[in-house]
């Protein structure tokens, strides 16, 4: 605006001065105009150059030739996160602690246990997300989430334990909302085929798409995740900056901000919900087991009660006194 009022300004001059030479001020004018457009830009593309920008996964280096490269997480790629009806408040709100660590995340409503669920990829269609986080609640006490490519796939099928939201735990660390986390992940999920395929379903997942509108350009907190026991270990952390001297003593540190939870991989399935399983893991005992066994126990311990209590009957019963001659002695001296 203010290039376009010197730009007025300049002609209004030259014309007062002389009619005659309007038109060559013009186009001098024009061309000093466009000489000041080509130095700007070829300023701003040399601090660029210069910048070194750290993203989840994307460096652009200085010099000439600079190039961006990237994980394969864009601009444009969005996770759909929703969950069954019928979820408690305890993981619904597990579902929003999430949600408040992905900048890129759309919520959408509840989805009915009766629609089948190939139903959250035409939803992730619909709301333009390339990815899903779905939280199923079967018998309002357990949680299975999938995390899904749409619409292609793959997928991966989770049950969810040890689950701590942030409001539970009240952690000593506190990193801003949608600030940018630093993924870290345990050297053993490269040892097998299924564990880097749940590294880069979480990479997809978890990391911060390139110069996201609502991200942080700098790192504020670490989304850690620990292979250990056949599961996936969740916990957060925030990137504490110390003042003073205890900058020089202790450096960086970080803090626990939460929530934390633990992940179990059931199944992997070639598609979106479906396809072929690709890994299974056949140590798993579902819930529905573990509780019909723990019931069992129960039945168990209740027979071996009663048992006790008849074989006690049958003892006295077997074993009971016999009547001696001066049991009636005191009797007989009343009368």
């Not at 300004?9 to 001065?17: H, V």
């Not at 280096?61 to 009806?85: C, D, F, M, P, Q």
């Not at 539970?168 to 040892?191: I, V, Y």
């Amino acid at each position: 605006m203010k290039r376009n009022k010197k730009r007025r300004e300049r002609e209004r001059a030259s014309e007062d001065a002389d009619p005659s030479t309007a038109g060559l001020a013009r186009a001098a004018v024009d061309v000093a105009s466009d000489s000041e457009d080509e130095f700007a830009a070829s300023e701003f593309s040399e601090k660029r150059a210069r910048a070194t920008v750290k993203g989840s996964g994307y460096v652009v280096e200085g010099g000439a030739g600079a190039r961006v490269e990237h994980t394969g997480i864009n601009k444009s790629e969005k996770t759909l996160v929703l969950a069954s009806r019928g979820t408690t408040s305890r993981y619904r709100h597990l579902m929003l602690d999430l949600t408040t660590l992905v900048p890129n995340a759309k919520r959408d409503a509840k989805m009915d246990t009766k629609n089948e669920r190939s139903a959250v990829v035409e939803a992730a269609d619909l709301r333009g997300c390339t990815s899903a986080m779905f939280f199923e609640c079967r018998k309002r006490q357990d949680c299975y989430m999938w995390l899904a490519k749409t619409p292609s796939g793959p997928s991966i099928k989770f049950h969810v334990e040890n689950v701590h939201t942030m409001a539970e735990l009240k952690m000593t660390g506190n990193h801003l909302k949608f600030s940018r986390p630093s993924l870290h992940f345990a050297p053993a999920f490269d040892d097998e085929p299924h564990r880097r395929l749940i590294k880069e379903a979480l990479i997809q997942t978890f990391a911060t798409p390139y110069r996201h509108f609502k991200s942080k350009p700098f790192y504020d907190h670490q989304l850690c995740f620990y292979w250990e026991d056949g599961r996936v270990w969740f916990r957060n952390y925030q990137v504490v900056h110390p003042a003073g001297k205890e900058a020089r003593q202790t450096g960086l540190t970080l803090s626990e901000t939460g929530p934390r939870l633990c992940l179990h991989p059931i199944k992997i399935f070639a598609g979106a919900f479906a396809g072929a399983v690709l890994f299974e893991d056949e140590s798993f005992v579902s819930p529905n087991v573990r509780r019909a066994e723990e019931k069992k126990k129960d039945v168990e311990r209740y027979q071996k009660k009663v048992q006790k209590k008849q074989a006690r009957k049958a003892h006295k019963s077997m074993n009971a006194l016999k009547a001696g001659e001066l049991d009636d002695l005191f009797r007989e001296g009343d009368d």
